[in-house]
């Protein structure tokens, strides 16, 4: 069967096909692809959303280097403390295997490896691809410490030199007077770092560090040590601070001081006694007039703290868009928080919207701020499920999402290699407006079709669902451009090829 188009309508397909399937579709802009699946918890700056809750990519090391590190945590997330540019984070980065292809990957970090002052070279989709094979059976997120064992991050120099390291053997209930006792081991620490893994010992010892502390200008230095044994820092001979006695390394025991340095080199003493238990010794320090804080140790082990709220609210009259698990759809969900209180989760293992509902969009914290797979239930009220099943045909396809420039999103479903569906979604006048359209992706120039697609039982309209559940006591659904099947229970419509279909979904006062 053949119907015919006018060319008017054939030029308009054609339009709207090239921008659904231009950037991010096709993966050949990635700092589109990045604003869309990764800006709003790194933001468009990559110094981190929320005044910095997250960590920043712009300057991290994490992107130096071998991109292997990068990628490995892109396909299978990351969880646990992990220490970006001397700040740590608890939170979880959710993977990325299952949703992006390879070449979507490789673009989003090329852009990031390449902006914000990172000078890191690009990746290919041929190096996604050999690492996805190479982790294929790994099943859970990445934590920082198995990643780096694996891909070591680039050299950083301390701002100590010349470091010595001294180990002593012994029990002791007070930090002993070193000079009558023989150090049973010494090291030279040419990476200019105080680490416990110096010793050998893991109870009934001692350790103290000597070097240069080089100060880059004359003024105020902070520094500040918390310990789980006894220890003191010694600047130029005098006691700058020190901990007596044991006890937990989880900042209730720290102390911080202020140290007038002047520029160039002054001798650095620190001492530390473990006794038995946790062990643990971290010394942090602040340039004159500066707010980050950098490390003389290992990075410090993660204070735990009361949960704190991260509501995700749209940015001014834009939209804000949440890509991570929302408790009532399904794993693949894409949340949207539009101006005005009005909100959406749409599922693309469904290719339906699942949820609607009013206030608040989403509180992060349940997953950004705890480890494993919790779900993020929607943070307002009068939610409605509007379905929990694919109405589509079973041939269809998710093909991702285009923001248009108000930033009111348009998912993308393939029905067939002829037909695509676009469902769009915006907020006006207090109610939700979804607009779907039925293109026909084979017209020919002469404005007739190619034979129908033998894998759509009826090429030219397309059912789809309005609701599934009955949602009459607690919304309102106007419909022009197709017929309502049920008014009491679920409610189907129909959609033809070369039209469009405009719903509006209101919540009743």
Same mark, same amino acid.
């Given at each position: 069967?053949?119907?015919?188009?006018?060319?008017?309508?054939?030029?308009?397909?054609?339009?709207?096909?090239?921008?659904?399937?231009?950037?991010?579709?096709?993966?050949?802009?990635?700092?589109?692809?990045?604003?869309?699946?990764?800006?709003?918890?790194?933001?468009?700056?990559?110094?981190?959303?929320?005044?910095?809750?997250?960590?920043?990519?712009?300057?991290?090391?994490?992107?130096?280097?071998?991109?292997?590190? $990068?990628?490995?945590?892109?396909?299978?997330? *990351?969880?646990?403390?992990?220490?970006?540019?001397?700040?740590?984070?608890?939170?979880?980065?959710?993977?990325?295997?299952?949703?992006?292809?390879?070449?979507?990957?490789?673009?989003?970090?090329?852009?990031?490896?390449?902006?914000?002052?990172?000078?890191?070279?690009?990746?290919?989709?041929?190096?996604?691809?050999?690492?996805?094979?190479?982790?294929?059976?790994?099943?859970?997120?990445?934590?920082?410490?198995?990643?780096?064992?694996?891909?070591?991050?680039?050299?950083?120099?301390?701002?100590?030199? @010349?470091?010595?390291?001294?180990?002593?053997?012994?029990?002791?209930?007070? *930090?002993?007077?070193? $000079?009558?006792?023989?150090?049973?081991?010494?090291?030279?620490?040419?990476?200019?770092?105080?680490?416990?893994?110096?010793?050998?010992?893991?109870?009934?010892?001692?350790?103290?560090?000597?070097?240069?502390?080089?100060?880059?200008?004359?003024?105020?230095?902070?520094?500040?040590?918390?310990?789980?044994?006894?220890?003191?820092?010694?600047?130029?001979?005098?006691?700058?601070?020190?901990?007596?006695?044991?006890?937990?390394?989880?900042?209730?025991?720290?102390?911080?001081?202020?140290?007038?340095?002047?520029?160039?080199?002054?001798?650095?003493?620190?001492?530390?006694?473990?006794?038995?238990?946790?062990?643990?010794?971290?010394?942090?320090?602040?340039?004159?007039?500066?707010?980050?804080?950098?490390?003389?140790?290992?990075?410090?082990?993660?204070?735990?703290?009361?949960?704190?709220?991260?509501?995700?609210?749209?940015?001014?009259?834009?939209?804000?868009?949440?890509?991570?698990?929302?408790?009532?759809?399904?794993?693949?969900?894409?949340?949207?928080?539009? !101006?005005?209180?009005?909100?959406?989760?749409?599922?693309?293992?469904?290719?339906?919207?699942?949820? *609607?509902?009013?206030?608040?969009?989403?509180?992060?914290? @349940?997953?950004?701020?705890?480890?494993?797979?919790?779900?993020?239930? !929607?943070?307002?009220?009068?939610?409605?499920?509007?379905?929990?099943?694919?109405? *589509?045909?079973?041939?269809?396809?998710?093909?991702?999402?285009?923001?248009?420039?108000?930033?009111?999103?348009?998912?993308?479903?393939?029905?067939? !290699?002829?037909?695509?569906?676009?469902?769009?979604?915006?907020?006006? @006048?207090?109610?939700?407006?979804?607009?779907?359209?039925?293109?026909?992706?084979?017209?020919?120039?002469?404005?007739?079709?190619?034979?129908?697609?033998?894998?759509?039982?009826?090429?030219?309209?397309?059912?789809?669902?309005?609701?599934?559940?009955?949602?009459?006591?607690?919304?309102?659904?106007?419909?022009?451009?197709?017929?309502?099947?049920?008014?009491?229970?679920?409610?189907?419509?129909?959609?033809?090829?070369?039209?469009?279909?405009?719903?509006?979904?209101?919540?009743?006062?």
């Amino acid at each position: 069967m053949r119907f015919r188009t006018n060319n008017s309508n054939l030029m308009l397909q054609r339009l709207l096909l090239g921008l659904m399937f231009a950037s991010p579709l096709s993966a050949q802009d990635g700092q589109q692809l990045f604003t869309l699946y990764c800006s709003a918890c790194h933001a468009a700056d990559g110094k981190g959303a929320t005044g910095g809750t997250f960590p920043p990519l712009a300057g991290s090391p994490y992107l130096a280097g071998d991109p292997d590190r $990068a990628v490995k945590i892109v396909l299978k997330g *990351l969880t646990g403390p992990v220490d970006v540019l001397g700040k740590t984070y608890n939170l979880e980065m959710p993977p990325q295997g299952a949703t992006l292809p390879e070449d979507q990957i490789a673009a989003i970090l090329t852009h990031v490896r390449t902006s914000w002052g990172n000078q890191a070279g690009p990746v290919t989709a041929g190096q996604v691809k050999s690492i996805r094979a190479a982790v294929a059976d790994r099943a859970m997120p990445w934590t920082a410490p198995e990643i780096l064992k694996l891909h070591p991050l680039p050299f950083e120099k301390t701002a100590l030199t @010349n470091l010595k390291s001294q180990v002593y053997k012994g029990e002791w209930k007070y *930090l002993p007077d070193f $000079a009558k006792l023989k150090a049973e081991n010494i090291e030279e620490e040419h990476d200019g770092i105080i680490s416990l893994t110096d010793s050998p010992y893991k109870e009934h010892y001692a350790m103290v560090w000597e070097g240069t502390f080089d100060a880059a200008t004359d003024g105020d230095y902070y520094f500040r040590l918390d310990s789980a044994g006894a220890a003191r820092i010694i600047f130029d001979g005098d006691i700058l601070t020190e901990l007596n006695g044991f006890g937990p390394m989880d900042g209730s025991r720290a102390q911080g001081d202020i140290s007038t340095r002047t520029k160039g080199p002054h001798s650095i003493r620190v001492e530390y006694l473990q006794h038995t238990g946790a062990q643990g010794i971290a010394i942090g320090w602040k340039a004159p007039g500066s707010t980050e804080m950098k490390w003389l140790t290992d990075p410090p082990a993660t204070v735990s703290k009361p949960r704190e709220s991260i509501l995700l609210a749209p940015n001014g009259n834009r939209p804000v868009i949440y890509r991570n698990f929302i408790d009532g759809t399904t794993p693949r969900a894409i949340g949207v928080g539009f !101006p005005g209180g009005l909100n959406l989760a749409y599922s693309a293992d469904n290719l339906a919207p699942e949820l *609607l509902w009013t206030g608040k969009f989403i509180d992060g914290a @349940n997953k950004w701020l705890s480890r494993g797979t919790d779900k993020n239930p !929607p943070a307002g009220e009068n939610v409605v499920t509007l379905s929990k099943k694919q109405n *589509l045909p079973k041939e269809a396809k998710f093909r991702g999402y285009k923001l248009d420039p108000a930033g009111n999103p348009t998912f993308v479903i393939q029905l067939s !290699p002829k037909r695509i569906l676009l469902d769009s979604w915006s907020a006006e @006048n207090g109610a939700l407006v979804r607009k779907i359209s039925l293109i026909d992706a084979s017209s020919n120039p002469d404005g007739t079709s190619e034979e129908p697609d033998s894998t759509v039982e009826n090429p030219n309209w397309v059912e789809f669902s309005v609701c599934e559940e009955a949602i009459g006591d607690k919304m309102t659904v106007q419909m022009d451009g197709g017929p309502i099947r049920s008014s009491t229970g679920p409610m189907i419509s129909i959609v033809k090829a070369g039209k469009q279909t405009t719903l509006i979904y209101r919540w009743k006062p």
